[in-house]
Structures are given as structure tokens and as C-alpha cells.
T-cell receptor, first 110, second 115 residues
């Protein structure tokens, strides 16, 4: 099956710093999403981005489908950005299943 | 407000005592699924449903059952829970028409501890 690798596994920042999280996937995808899991365990959808670039406030994401990777940018990080960021993909062929990466654990210190 | 609800949010039970975790969505989505999240293993799909009365196994279906009698509800049933089913469970739903950039919506999660 498709492999989804995220890097780095852990990231510690000072408030105000910028960061880039990476997601590599091993096969063509229909769907790619980025999620934030907050410290209470809730999964929050950030972007649906199978290709191209999107921005939402301090967050933006870019997926280069032909090269099989996606990047999530966090600018001017805040303590509330802490948590785990997951990339999830659905392969072409309609498996109807999201395959998740292992996540990047982000800690933003005040 | 569009949402996926799960109940209970927290549950402690004992081995072998049947339990049901309910899931309901108010977005008229055709597709619903269940995932479990375990440390070091990420989220893995248990079962999914394309529509009413249509269900299929995901990656880790052993020990679980599901049913889809109504479009809005997709309960997860553990007939005889075991300690290795201790996990964080998520229900998710989405429209089947990906063309409208539909995303998967996740419920708040259910933390299950099986003693």
C-alpha cells in the first residue's frame, strides 16, 4: 500500500518562529489533507490540497503531486499551534480510505 | 452547524462486556468510517460504509462490527472487548463527491480503556 512519511517527527519552536512540515507519499493520490490534532485529541481539518497552494491565515500548504510531496507552512507560530500535525492521503482508484502519516509533534514555547 | 458526534467520549470497561460507540453526522454524507489511533501507529481505518446497508472492512477490522441502517448513523460495536482494543477511536464522514473539494470531517474521539 501507499507509504506516507512525515518529517520532522518532532519540532520545538519559540513563539513567533516560522516552520515547514513535510509529507512525502509513495504513489499518486486523489486526495491529500492536513490535520491538526490539538492536545485534547481533537482532529481539525486544515487543508484539502491534492495539488497546488492554499493559504488560511498564518498557515499555508503546497502539494506538488508530480513529485509526491506536500509542505505545510506555519508562520509566526503561537502556543496554540502546539499539537500533532498529520498528513493523510487517498490513493487513486477510489479506496475511500485515508492513509495517515505518523505525524509531526509541534511544541511552541512562549 | 456541520458536525460529527460520538458517544460516549470516554469509556472504561472490562474484558468481554459488549459495548457500542455511536456516531452521527448531520451533513447527509454518504460515506462514513471508523479509525483507531494508537501511539506509534497513527490512525488506522477499522471499517467504512459507502452508503446505507453498504459496509466494508478497513485495515484492522478484527474484533469490531458495524452497521449502517440509517444514513446519519454508523455505530461501532465491540462484541467482546479485549485490552488490545484500548485506543482512541474516531468516526469520520464525507460526501462521496470529491469534486467539490469535500473534506473528511472527524468526530471528537472516544477514549476507550478495556481492563
Amino acid at each position: 500500500g501507499i507509504q506516507v512519511e512525515q518529517s520532522p517527527p518532532d519540532l520545538i519552536l519559540q513563539e513567533g518562529a516560522n516552520s515547514t512540515l513535510r509529507c512525502n507519499f509513495s504513489d499518486s493520490v486523489n486526495n491529500l489533507q492536513w490535520f491538526h490534532q490539538n492536545p485534547w485529541g481533537q482532529l481539525i481539518n486544515l487543508f484539502y490540497i491534492p495539488s497546488g497552494t492554499k493559504q488560511n491565515g498564518r498557515l499555508s500548504a503546497t502539494t506538488v503531486a508530480t513529485e509526491r510531496y506536500s509542505l505545510l507552512y506555519i508562520s509566526s507560530s503561537q502556543t496554540t499551534d502546539s499539537g500533532v500535525y498529520f498528513c493523510a492521503v487517498e490513493t487513486q482508484g477510489g479506496s475511500e480510505k485515508l492513509v495517515f502519516g505518523k505525524g509531526t509533534k509541534l511544541t511552541v514555547n512562549p | 452547524e456541520a458536525q460529527v458526534t460520538q458517544n460516549p467520549r470516554y469509556l472504561i470497561t472490562v474484558t468481554g462486556k459488549k459495548l457500542t460507540v455511536t456516531c452521527s453526522q448531520n451533513m447527509n454524507h454518504e460515506y462514513m468510517s471508523w479509525y483507531r489511533q494508537d501511539p506509534g501507529l497513527g490512525l488506522r481505518q477499522i471499517y467504512y460504509s459507502m452508503n446505507v446497508e453498504v459496509t466494508d472492512k478497513g485495515d484492522v477490522p478484527e474484533g469490531y462490527k458495524v452497521s449502517r441502517k440509517e444514513k446519519r448513523n454508523f455505530p461501532l460495536i465491540l462484541e467482546s472487548p479485549s485490552p488490545n482494543q484500548t485506543s482512541l477511536y474516531f468516526c469520520a464522514s464525507r460526501s462521496r463527491d470529491w469534486g467539490y473539494q469535500e473534506t473528511q470531517y472527524f468526530g471528537p474521539g472516544t477514549r476507550l480503556l478495556v481492563l
